[in-house]
């Protein structure tokens, strides 16, 4: 048996709870797991080279996926135990009907104090507004390319333009910063790093450099760029220094001296991070990932369709944390996840 530090008070007031007691959930290689990320769809309107291949047909049932109800109850129950942050991604989140609605839900529970979300930004032009009225703090958009012909090649789609008008929606409607997520491939936009850098700054968007992981035969097969080497050019082409920004996610960021740009790189082939990692996935049918590299889940519909009391299921939450891996193995076995990464959450 594992070891985790919990203190919860149940007879105190949820909030009174959070408060006085701020719970601390960690798992049995003393790491606080304070993050989720929800996926609320397996479903994407992109076929990106890297992720979902093309012809896929292997989606989740609709009836397996949580509705909001079992959601809100799940997440609350992290919230209790001492979960702060919350990601909602897909697949694509933002076809999921009603996922405004969704939001607001989550960031009214009792210690959630940071959601974020997830997106292709294809449809984020008609969402953004409502999104930042429903409490969604904070956006990551994919972004592969500003080219169109290599936007269709990456991503199986030209919605570079649809893209571009949910960016700057998304600027009108409040968010800021926004960061903007290219995975960077070797051979296909490798060459782009700098436009990207110039049109972040241009723009006021956070880059972030994202190497591909061996996921499912699409992982395994993307043009891997290690990123060490890419950190230190552009450390050295804009004068960047280390800095740090908020988030729970893994990014090491460099950033100008006066903080008006900032680049992150996220390495978990060059130089993972699983030391510090605070977070578990939780896919559309409830079933919790404890690491994109390893095979360890904990399956929650079962019982939060079969009745199961709050008890119970804050019991369920501390036997998966429990599960949780040290660290992966994409270097030591790059083909042993099948699994694409739609269908872990992103």
Same mark, same amino acid.
Request: contains cysteine; proline residues 5%; aromatic residues 8%.
């Given at each position: 048996?594992?070891?985790?530090?919990?203190?919860?008070? #149940?007879?105190?007031?949820?909030?009174?709870?959070?408060?006085?007691?701020? #719970?601390?959930?960690?798992?049995?290689?003393? %790491? @606080?797991?304070?993050?989720?990320?929800?996926?609320? *769809?397996?479903?994407?309107?992109?076929?990106?080279?890297?992720?979902?291949?093309?012809?896929?047909?292997?989606?989740?049932?609709?009836?397996?996926?949580?509705?909001?109800?079992?959601?809100?109850?799940?997440?609350?129950?992290?919230?209790?135990?001492?979960?702060?942050?919350?990601?909602?991604?897909?697949?694509? #989140?933002?076809?999921?009907?009603?996922?405004?609605?969704?939001?607001? %839900?989550?960031?009214?529970?009792?210690?959630?104090? &940071?959601?974020?979300?997830? +997106?292709? !930004?294809?449809?984020?032009?008609?969402?953004?507004?409502?999104?930042?009225?429903?409490?969604? *703090?904070?956006?990551?958009?994919?972004?592969?390319?500003?080219?169109?012909?290599?936007?269709?090649?990456?991503?199986?789609?030209?919605?570079?333009?649809?893209? /571009?008008?949910?960016?700057?929606?998304?600027?009108?409607?409040?968010?800021?910063?926004?960061?903007?997520?290219?995975?960077?491939?070797?051979?296909?936009?490798?060459?782009?790093?700098?436009?990207?850098? !110039?049109?972040?700054?241009?723009?006021?968007?956070?880059?972030?450099?994202?190497?591909?992981?061996? /996921?499912?035969?699409?992982?395994?097969?993307?043009?891997?760029? &290690?990123?060490?080497?890419?950190?230190?050019?552009? =450390?050295?082409?804009?004068?960047?220094?280390? +800095?740090?920004?908020?988030?729970?996610?893994?990014?090491?960021?460099?950033?100008?001296? &006066?903080? %008006?740009?900032?680049?992150?790189?996220?390495?978990?082939?060059?130089?993972?991070?699983?030391?510090?990692?605070? @977070?578990? @996935?939780?896919?559309?049918?409830? +079933?919790?990932?404890?690491?994109?590299?390893?095979?360890?889940?904990?399956?929650? =519909?079962?019982?939060?369709?079969?009745?199961?009391?709050?008890?119970?299921?804050?019991?369920?939450?501390?036997?998966?944390?429990?599960?949780?891996?040290?660290?992966?193995?994409?270097?030591?076995?790059? !083909?042993?996840?099948?699994?694409?990464?739609? /269908?872990?959450?992103?």
């Amino acid at each position: 048996m594992g070891l985790y530090f919990f203190i919860y008070n #149940p007879f105190l007031p949820t909030t009174a709870a959070h408060t006085m007691n701020a #719970p601390v959930l960690t798992d049995q290689f003393g %790491r @606080r797991i304070d993050y989720v990320r929800l996926s609320v *769809t397996d479903r994407c309107d992109l076929r990106c080279s890297y992720c979902i291949p093309e012809g896929f047909k292997g989606f989740e049932e609709p009836e397996h996926w949580l509705d909001f109800d079992e959601i809100e109850r799940l997440i609350g129950a992290f919230a209790r135990l001492g979960v702060g942050r919350v990601r909602l991604t897909g697949g694509e #989140p933002l076809l999921r009907r009603n996922i405004a609605e969704l939001a607001g %839900r989550i960031a009214a529970l009792p210690g959630i104090d &940071d959601l974020s979300l997830s +997106t292709n !930004a294809t449809q984020l032009d008609r969402h953004a507004r409502a999104l930042k009225a429903a409490g969604v *703090t904070r956006l990551n958009v994919s972004l592969d390319s500003l080219q169109q012909t290599r936007v269709e090649k990456i991503n199986g789609r030209d919605v570079l333009a649809k893209v /571009m008008a949910g960016l700057f929606a998304a600027q009108d409607a409040g968010f800021s910063p926004i960061k903007l997520n290219m995975v960077a491939l070797a051979g296909t936009n490798d060459d782009e790093i700098d436009a990207m850098v !110039a049109f972040c700054m241009e723009n006021g968007f956070v880059l972030r450099l994202i190497e591909a992981m061996p /996921m499912g035969a699409t992982g395994r097969n993307a043009e891997y760029l &290690d990123l060490q080497p890419v950190k230190e050019r552009l =450390r050295s082409a804009f004068g960047l220094i280390e +800095t740090a920004l908020p988030g729970a996610g893994p990014a090491r960021y460099l950033g100008t001296p &006066d903080g %008006r740009f900032n680049v992150g790189f996220i390495t978990p082939i060059s130089q993972h991070f699983c030391e510090t990692c605070n @977070r578990i @996935r939780i896919a559309v049918d409830g +079933t919790a990932y404890m690491c994109l590299g390893q095979d360890e889940k904990f399956e929650f =519909r079962p019982l939060l369709r079969g009745g199961c009391s709050d008890a119970e299921l804050d019991a369920a939450i501390l036997d998966a944390i429990n599960l949780k891996p040290e660290r992966h193995e994409f270097r030591e076995a790059p !083909a042993k996840i099948l699994r694409f990464m739609s /269908m872990t959450g992103g």
